[in-house]
């Protein structure tokens, strides 16, 4: 690719603790905690929480411009159906406006993203941040900034700039992710 630097944009997103987490070339420059709860019971009440996240992730993006957007997939076991709506239109509606920016995304789905960090897809959120503290030396205790800054790691994996050498789980992942990457 070029020599531009890389702003990977990792997005573990959430209802009640969306994380975000921006790197420069592997380096942190950005995280965020997007905190939320429901106000009110309307269904126009669950719209404009939906919105207040996807603005809180708009404004991050216009100000660093993200080279690109890794978004982990949806939760499925959640058993609420409700829930499973509401997050179906915080994962669609930040596709939409990443799109209205031009910024590429992808989507890496939970089990990836702990074998991309882990080596195995089956690993608790403690092992998660144990790995990143071990591997990255980021000491970082949100379940929800950790999958952030995973996501981000494989956004400049994708770009061919890993943070450190890949293991054979990390390039695997990339090599299965790149197929969804237009670049």
Wanted: aromatic share 6%; with cysteine; proline share 4%.
């Amino acid at each position: 690719m070029s020599n531009k630097a890389i702003i990977s944009l990792g997005v573990d997103l959430s209802l009640c603790n969306s994380g975000i987490v921006l790197l420069e070339n592997g380096k942190i420059i950005k995280q965020k905690s997007i905190k939320s709860k429901p106000v009110g019971d309307k269904p126009i009440d669950e719209l404009k929480r939906i919105q207040k996240i996807v603005s809180e992730i708009e404004d991050i993006v216009s100000e660093y411009n993200p080279t690109i957007s890794v978004i982990e997939g949806m939760a499925y076991m959640v058993t609420k159906t409700s829930s499973l709506v509401q997050l179906g239109a915080l994962n669609y509606f930040t596709r939409a406006m990443l799109a209205d920016y031009n910024i590429p995304f992808i989507l890496v789905a939970p089990t990836t993203l702990k074998k991309f960090i882990t080596g195995k897809g089956n690993a608790d959120k403690e092992v998660l941040m144990m790995m990143v503290y071990r591997d990255y030396k980021e000491q970082i205790l949100d379940n929800n900034l950790v999958d952030g800054f995973g996501l981000s790691l494989i956004g400049t994996a994708l770009f061919g700039n890993p943070v450190k050498k890949m293991t054979i789980p990390q390039e695997d992942v990339i090599k299965l992710l790149k197929k969804q990457l237009q670049i």
